[in-house]
Structures are given as C-alpha cells and as structure tokens.
T-cell receptor
Framework: AQKVTQAQTEISVVEKEDVTLDCVYETRDTTYYLFWYKQPPSGELVFLIRRNSFDEQNEISGRYSWNFQKSTSSFNFTITASQVVDSAVYFCARLNTGFQKLVFGTGTRLLVSP | GAGVSQSPRYKVAKRGQDVALRCDPISGHVSLFWYQQALGQGPEFLTYFQNEAQLDKSGLPSDRFFAERPEGSVSTLKIQRTQQEDSAVYLC?????????????FGSGTQLSVL
C-alpha cells in the first residue's frame, strides 16, 4: 500500500517555540495532491493546505509554512511562534488523481504549553 | 447550519444491535464522504457519494455496512449486527464539487462504542 508516514507521534513544546511536523509519503503516480488537516479536541478535521505534485514552491500563511520536496517525498509543516491554540492532532494526507479517497497518516499530536 | 452536522454525537450499542448514523452536509455540496477513525489512527475512507450516486464503496469493511444518500443531501451510514471492532469515530465530510482535490469540510463525527 502507498502509505503516508508521520513518524512523530507526539510533540510537546512551550509557547513561542517553532515546531516542525514531518510527513513522508509513498506514491507511484506523477500527479497527486497533498494535504494537511488539523483535528482539535472538538473532533472535526479542519483543512489547512492542499498542494499538487507539480508545485514545489514553499508556501507561507501567517505562522504556518510548508516545505514540499519531491526528491525526498516529504511535505513538512512548520508552525512559527507556537500558541496554546495550536494544540491539536495534525494529519498529513495524499490523494492520487483519479481517485476519490484521501490516504491519511497516523497523525502527530502537538501539545503547546504556556 | 453553516457546517457539516452529524448525529448522534455519541452512540453506545450492544453487540449485535443495528445502528444508523446521520450526516447533514453543507447545503448544495455535491460530494459526500464517510471515513472511519479508530482510536489513535488517521481517518480511513469508507465510501463516496456524488449527489445521490454512490460512486465508491470500496472502503466499507463488510456487508454489514451500508450507506445511502437518497435525495443527494442527507446521508445515513447503517451498521448491522455491530461488533466490537466497529467501535470508532465515524466522520462525514462534504465538498462543493466533485472529487477530493477540493478541500473537504468535516463534521465532528459520531463516536460509536460497541459493548
């Protein structure tokens, strides 16, 4: 199976620290999409970003930034100056073109303490 | 409401009991998905609807699982003769257009516990 691996099960940081969440994916396709979702304690998954496989340009959105590297099949997510409200489980996911199902990693639980 | 609504929020069932889980997607959303999330795991795909048509049910784990969306809006996931391994959070998601290269809007899920 073409997996999405999030090797970090849980990360604990203190507020204002920077933190990077790792994501490594497997795919045999040349065209695919990658996603990050946030799952707060309330349970719903919140969309953060979607990238297609042809766009390796790194993206920044406020305190969030993403580093997509096809050469290493990685799509890492960095939160700068973390805040308590960032505490959640973060999921990386992959979608292959032509298919409807997202394949999720096992998630990384981020705990930000004051 | 503005978001995806799922009910009930929690469901406790005795083994062998049938259950029905409801999903109200965002109004007008074409695509609807069901995912199953076991404790400590990422969501796993169950099934996909485009309007009322069930286009992919490859993720349904057994023939005890059945989903429908008869009028292209509300969807129901039914599990017959529940087993302990069915205990999980069942998440519903919708998107405005076809396919999941669009971002999905998820509900808060139904947590099913089978005793």
């Amino acid at each position: 199976a073409q997996k999405v691996t999030q090797a970090q099960t849980e990360i604990s940081v203190v507020e204002k620290e920077d933190v990077t969440l790792d994501c490594v994916y497997e795919t045999r396709d040349t065209t695919y999409y990658l996603f990050w979702y946030k799952q707060p304690p309330s349970g719903e998954l919140v969309f953060l970003i979607r990238r297609n496989s042809f766009d390796e340009q790194n993206e920044i959105s406020g305190r969030y930034s993403w580093n997509f590297q096809k050469s290493t099949s990685s799509f890492n997510f960095t939160i700068t100056a973390s805040q308590v409200v960032d505490s959640a489980v973060y999921f990386c996911a992959r979608l292959n073109t032509g298919f409807q199902k997202l394949v999720f990693g096992t998630g990384t639980r981020l705990l930000v303490s004051p | 409401g503005a978001g995806v609504s799922q009910s009930p929020r929690y469901k406790v069932a005795k083994r062998g009991q049938d259950v029905a889980l409801r999903c109200d997607p965002i109004s007008g959303h074409v695509s609807l998905f069901w995912y199953q999330q076991a404790l400590g795991q990422g969501p796993e795909f169950l099934t996909y609807f485009q309007n009322e048509a069930q286009l992919d049910k490859s993720g349904l784990p057994s023939d005890r699982f059945f989903a429908e969306r008869p009028e292209g809006s509300v969807s129901t996931l039914k599990i017959q003769r529940t087993q302990q391994e069915d205990s999980a959070v069942y998440l519903c998601a919708s998107s405005a257009r076809r396919g999941t290269n669009e971002k999905l809007f998820f509900g808060s899920g139904t947590q099913l516990s089978v005793l």
